[in-house]
C-alpha cells in the first residue's frame, strides 16, 4: 500500500504549501481543512492546516511526518477556502498569512497573552426581553417601537431592489435611524434558518448595535471581534460552522468586526456592513491587507446572498459603483425622531492671528461659544488630531531639531512624561532643556498635539473638568471606557482628543464641538485626504444632531477659502463626490484606477536604491502600468530600516489582475539578485 501525503499551510509568511506523510495509525482521521500538528524546524510543532490529499511522494525530499490531528471534523468548509485563495491572489500575500488571520489565536500554538477587552461576547437565543443582557443596557437609546415612514420606504426599496442588484448602497443622512432599516430589512429578507453577518468598524461600535439585535425575537445571536479572549472567539467559530446541525435551525446573527469575514459561513443569507467608508475595514499591517468591505462583496457573490453598505457618506468606490449600475442605491433623506442640524462655523486663524484676537489655541468665535457652554452647565468636544505636547522641540539659537536614531522622523515632546518619544518605534529619551548641540538653553516647542491643547485650555478655563482621549491616555479599553463614561455622566466639562474621541460617544449634552486645526488633517499628503476629513467632520456633526438644545460645531482654519468646506456646510456630499471623482478620473486615481503601494525596506540605503530602482524598472516595461517611484516616503527611515515606496496605476480590467500574477514573479527574482535577499517587500493593493 502506498504513502499518504498532505499537503499543508502553516501560519508563516512564505508563498507556497508544504507536504507531509500522513501516519498509517492517523490516516483514517486526516481529511481536506482539517487542522494538523506538524513538525517545523529541528524542535518547533506548528498547526497547519491540510489542503490536498495524495500519494505522489516528493522527489529528492525527506519528509516529515504530521504529528497528530488535534479535530474529530474539517475546520473550515470548501467555500471558507475558495475566500482564502482569492484574498491570497488578490492580495499578493501567502497563503499562510491569510491563515494566520483568519484562525482565532487559540487554535494556533502561540498563546495570546493579552488581556480581553470588557465587551460581552457570549450569545443568546433571544426571546425579544433582551434579560440575557441587562449588563449592555444603558449604552445605548432603547430600540424604538415602530419606524418611520421613510424607513419603511428605504426598506422596502432595498428588498425590492435585490431582485435586479445583489449589492444596495443605503445612503442615509446622519440621525435617520439606518440600524433600524437593517432590522426591518433583516425581518423581511427571506432566510429562514439562515447566516446573516453584521459587520461594524471597530470593537466598541459593538454594544451599540448589540442591544438593537438582541431585540429580535427567535435569533441567535453571537458576536466576533479583537476584544474577545481566545476562549470566546473559538467558540463562536465553532457556533458559526455547526450552524444548521439542529433542526429547525434558528436564524443566526454574527455581529463583528472586520476579522468576522474568515468565520466558517455555511449558509449565509444576508451581509451589512454599516459605516462602510470606515477606514478601520483596510487591514494595513501586518499581511493579508485586505478591505473587509470588498470582501463582504465577495462572501455576498460566494453564497449567492444579498449585501447591504450603509453609510451618511459613502466611500467614492462605492458610490461610483451605484452610480455606474453595479450597485442598487437606496437615499433616507429624513432624520428619525427630534434632530435638528447643529450650527456650522467657520473660524479664520489667520485673521484672528493677524487682530491679535487670539485667545491662546482658540478663536475669538471659539472662544465666546466655549464659554458660554460651560455657563450653561453643557459639554464641549475638541479635536487636534496629532497627540503629544509638541509636534517637536527645536533649537531657537541653531535650528535643531532632536529626531529618532532609528527613524528618519522628529521626536514628539510629551510633557506629562517628561520625555521626547518616536511614534514609529518607541523610542524615549528625556526632555532636553539644553540644546546638544550648541548648548544653547533655548529649546522651543513647535506645534500643538493633544497634550498641549489640553493644557492651554486648562489655563483659560482653570475651573473646568478636562480630559484628553488619545492613544497616551487610553492605552487599554478600560481606561477608554472611563474617559468615555466620564464624559456621558457628566463628570467631564471639556473632553479633548484626537479623532478616536468622538467614535463610540453618546451623549445630548455638547453645547459646542470644534476641529481645532483643520488645515492638519485637510492638507495631508493624500489624495484621500479631503474625503477621510469629510467623513471625520461630518461623524463631528452627527454628534450634536440631537444635542438639546442645538450646538454648533466651529472650524479652524486658515484656509476658509477652500470650496471643501462649502460643500459640507451645504450638507451636499453629492455634490462632493461628483466634482472630486471627476479630478481623480483626470489623475487615475480610485475609484477609476486601481492603485498598487509595493513598499521596500532595508538596513542598507545603498542596496534598497539599487533594488527598488530594478524592479520600478520592470514594472515600467509593461505599457498599462503607470508606475510612481522609488521615493522615500515623509519618514523614509523606520526601526533601523530605510523605506522606499513604489506606486502602481492600473486600469481596472483584465490589464489590472494581470498585476497579482506579475508581482509575485518580480519579487522572487529580485530576492535572487546577490545581497538583496535580506529586502523585505510588501505589496499592498487598494491601499486606504
Not at 104 to 117: D, F, H, Q, V
Not at 182 to 194: E, R, S, V
Not at 417 to 436: A, D, E, F, V
Not at 598 to 603: F, V
Request: some cysteine; overall charge positive; glycine content about 8%.
Amino acid at each position: 500500500m502506498s504513502d499518504s501525503y498532505a499537503e499543508v499551510i502553516l501560519p508563516i509568511p512564505v508563498r507556497g504549501r508544504f507536504t507531509y506523510r500522513i501516519p498509517e495509525e492517523i490516516g483514517q482521521a486526516v481529511a481536506l481543512f482539517m487542522r494538523v500538528i506538524v513538525p517545523v524546524g529541528k524542535n518547533k510543532q506548528s498547526t497547519g492546516l491540510v489542503t490536498a490529499i495524495h500519494t505522489q511522494h516528493p522527489e529528492g525530499m525527506f519528509v516529515k511526518e504530521i504529528t497528530s490531528v488535534p479535530d474529530d471534523q474539517p475546520f473550515i468548509r470548501p467555500v471558507n477556502f475558495d475566500l482564502w485563495q482569492w484574498i491570497s491572489r488578490y492580495y499578493i500575500c501567502a497563503e499562510g498569512d491569510v491563515l494566520k488571520a483568519a484562525f482565532p489565536s487559540g487554535r494556533l500554538p502561540a498563546k495570546s497573552k493579552r488581556k480581553p477587552k470588557k465587551i460581552p461576547a457570549n450569545s443568546a437565543l433571544q426571546t425579544g426581553d433582551g434579560s440575557e443582557q441587562d449588563h449592555l443596557k444603558g449604552i445605548v437609546d432603547p430600540v424604538p417601537v415602530g419606524l418611520s415612514a421613510a424607513q419603511k420606504k428605504a426598506a422596502g426599496l432595498i428588498v425590492s431592489q435585490f431582485q435586479q442588484k445583489k449589492v444596495v448602497l443605503l445612503q442615509g443622512i446622519n440621525g435617520c435611524g439606518k440600524t433600524l432599516v437593517y432590522l426591518q430589512c433583516i425581518q423581511d429578507i427571506p432566510g429562514q434558518g439562515k447566516q446573516i453577518l453584521f459587520l461594524v468598524p471597530e470593537t466598541f461600535h459593538v454594544p451599540q448595535v448589540w442591544d438593537h439585535l438582541a431585540g429580535l425575537p427567535g435569533k441567535q445571536v453571537l458576536m466576533y471581534h479583537s476584544g474577545m479572549n481566545d476562549k470566546e472567539r473559538t467558540k463562536t467559530w465553532e457556533q458559526v460552522y455547526r450552524f444548521g446541525e439542529e433542526v429547525p435551525a434558528h436564524p443566526q446573527i454574527i455581529l463583528g468586526t472586520r476579522s468576522s469575514i474568515f468565520l466558517p459561513f455555511s449558509k449565509l443569507g444576508l451581509v451589512i456592513v454599516d459605516d462602510e467608508h470606515h477606514d478601520s475595514f483596510k487591514q494595513s499591517d501586518p499581511s493579508p491587507r485586505y478591505q473587509a468591505r470588498d470582501m463582504a462583496v465577495l462572501l455576498g457573490s460566494q453564497h449567492n446572498c444579498p449585501v447591504i453598505l450603509g453609510s451618511a457618506t459613502p466611500s467614492f468606490e462605492s458610490l461610483h459603483n451605484a452610480s455606474t449600475g453595479k450597485y442598487g442605491l437606496v437615499h433616507l433623506s429624513e432624520r428619525f425622531g427630534p434632530t435638528r442640524l447643529p450650527e456650522l462655523i467657520l473660524a479664520d486663524m489667520s485673521v484672528a492671528r493677524k487682530k491679535r484676537q487670539m485667545h491662546n489655541i482658540l478663536t475669538p468665535e471659539l472662544f465666546r461659544a466655549l464659554e458660554a457652554t460651560l455657563q450653561s452647565g453643557e459639554q464641549a468636544l475638541f479635536i487636534q488630531n496629532r497627540r503629544g505636547y509638541a509636534s517637536f522641540l527645536q533649537c531657537s539659537g541653531c535650528g535643531h531639531i532632536p529626531q529618532c536614531p532609528a527613524c528618519n522622523v522628529n521626536l514628539t515632546s510629551h510633557l506629562s512624561r517628561n520625555q521626547l518619544i518616536c511614534h514609529y518605534c518607541g523610542y524615549k529619551t528625556p526632555l532636553m532643556q539644553i540644546c546638544p548641540r550648541c548648548g544653547s538653553p533655548e529649546m522651543k516647542s513647535r506645534g500643538s498635539g493633544t497634550e498641549k491643547a489640553e493644557s492651554d485650555i486648562s489655563a483659560l478655563f482653570p475651573q473646568a473638568r478636562i480630559s484628553r482621549l488619545d492613544k497616551d491616555t487610553a492605552s487599554t479599553s478600560r481606561r477608554r471606557s472611563g474617559i468615555i463614561a466620564s464624559m456621558e455622566n457628566k463628570e467631564t466639562d471639556i473632553l479633548v482628543g484626537t479623532q478616536m474621541a468622538i467614535n463610540g460617544l453618546e451623549t445630548k449634552n455638547i453645547g459646542v464641538a470644534a476641529i481645532l486645526n483643520a488645515d492638519l488633517m485637510l492638507n495631508m499628503a493624500d489624495f484621500r485626504s479631503w474625503e477621510k476629513s469629510y467623513h471625520l467632520f461630518q461623524q463631528l456633526v452627527s454628534l450634536l444632531i440631537r444635542a438639546e438644545p442645538p450646538g454648533k460645531v466651529i472650524f479652524q482654519t486658515t484656509q476658509p477659502e477652500l470650496p471643501f468646506y462649502q460643500y459640507l456646510f451645504d450638507q451636499n456630499y453629492q455634490g462632493f463626490y461628483e466634482d472630486f471623482s471627476e479630478e481623480r478620473r483626470l489623475f487615475k486615481y480610485p475609484p477609476w484606477h486601481r492603485l498598487t503601494k509595493i513598499t521596500l525596506k532595508h538596513r542598507n540605503n545603498g542596496i534598497l536604491e539599487q533594488a527598488s530602482a530594478i524592479m520600478a524598472s520592470q514594472l515600467r516595461s509593461y505599457p498599462h502600468f503607470q508606475v510612481l517611484g522609488p521615493e522615500a516616503p515623509a519618514s523614509g527611515k523606520q526601526r533601523g530600516l530605510f523605506i522606499r515606496e513604489i506606486w502602481i496605476k492600473s486600469p481596472r480590467n483584465h490589464q489590472a489582475v494581470a498585476l497579482q500574477d506579475l508581482l509575485p514573479e518580480l519579487i522572487a527574482q529580485l530576492k535572487k539578485i546577490p545581497g538583496n535577499s535580506g529586502i523585505s517587500i510588501s505589496p499592498d493593493v487598494d491601499p486606504g
